[in-house]
């Protein structure tokens, strides 16, 4: 849009077949969940909030991080969207790297204990209006929040309501959970109830023995696929575009990094996109060649260089993309 309002920024009539056009693109985008997400060649390139770790969970800031690295759709961490919504915080962690006595050790345990039981009761008396308002400030940003990472496998069945009541709340597709049987299992159900998607994260269980996703699929067809392709290529050192095409319409997500296969030297390492084994182009020309609506969200793991920051890379990361597929 902006290149042709540079072409007739003296030609009155052009302008207003543009805004005309920009209107009908505006209304029939209205009609889908996700009516600001952003594509390349169709392809959706996203993040995950998580990428930003090293710099901030405050979704004010992440929101203008998004910003500057052109982002305009985001599976955002749980923490992100209630920090916003004014949970209960979590004691200080233990100091890493330092001796850490018993009774210090007792006292983070007992206070942890407390703080998950006011986390509990403010979940489950909690309104939406935080997360409506949250959804809204990115929402007229042009940022679509497409999933949250909740993780509520473990919550009570109270706590699970509100997660997806939540993720509905700010316009999500579905929550997201690690992978895992029980967790399948149980999270189905509340899918289903609330007409959102279970969606599932591997990171190494795919090279176990006998991994298989259509266990963790068959528990209901709202259970889907956050399909992690760097850590299925560091688990396996299969081309992850077998999976793609075999649950295209399961997956909700990929995960896109850049990690060498566990057959490499060293295995398993995150690297800088283009430097690991995963086939990030192969994976973004089949969702391009298909049309799939799958979200390909970016996860910063790689170490960031020195003089660079977690914002800076990601952006290096949708130019990566960007090359790949103009």
Request: hydrophobic share 35%; proline share 5%; aromatic share 8%.
């Amino acid at each position: 849009m902006n290149i042709h309002k540079n072409r007739i920024k003296n030609n009155q009539r052009s302008l207003i077949v543009l805004l005309v056009c920009s209107v009908i693109f505006v209304s029939f985008s209205s009609s889908k969940q996700s009516s600001t997400t952003s594509s390349i060649k169709g392809v959706k390139i996203g993040a995950i909030t998580y990428s930003w770790r090293s710099m901030s969970w405050d979704a004010k800031e992440i929101l203008q991080f998004c910003k500057e690295t052109g982002i305009t759709s985001l599976e955002m961490m749980g923490s992100v969207a209630e920090d916003y919504a004014g949970i209960p915080p979590q004691p200080p962690r233990l100091r890493r790297g330092e001796p850490i006595s018993e009774d210090e050790r007792k006292t983070f345990r007992l206070n942890m204990a407390k703080a998950n039981e006011a986390r509990r009761l403010w979940r489950i008396s909690a309104g939406m209006d935080k997360f409506v308002e949250l959804r809204k400030m990115y929402n007229d940003a042009g940022i679509d929040i497409h999933i949250v990472k909740f993780a509520p496998a473990r919550w009570t069945d109270e706590e699970i309501d509100y997660a997806f009541n939540a993720a509905k709340a700010l316009g999500a597709k579905g929550i997201t959970n690690e992978i895992g049987l029980e967790a399948a299992k149980k999270l189905g159900p509340f899918a289903e109830k609330h007409n959102l998607y279970a969606i599932f994260h591997n990171h190494m269980q795919p090279g176990e023995p006998g991994f298989n996703f259509d266990d963790y699929l068959a528990f209901s067809p709202m259970n889907m696929l956050n399909f992690d392709v760097g850590h299925y290529m560091g688990a396996t050192g299969k081309h992850p575009n077998e999976i793609i095409e075999k649950y295209h319409d399961r997956i909700v997500s990929l995960h896109l990094k850049d990690k060498t296969s566990n057959k490499n030297n060293p295995p398993n390492m995150n690297q800088p996109w283009g430097m690991g084994n995963t086939p990030i182009a192969d994976i973004l020309k089949l969702i391009e060649k298909n049309d799939w609506p799958i979200h390909c969200d970016i996860e910063l793991e790689y170490e960031i260089p020195e003089g660079s920051d977690a914002v800076k890379e990601t952006a290096k990361c949708v130019a990566f993309c960007e090359k790949i597929l103009r």
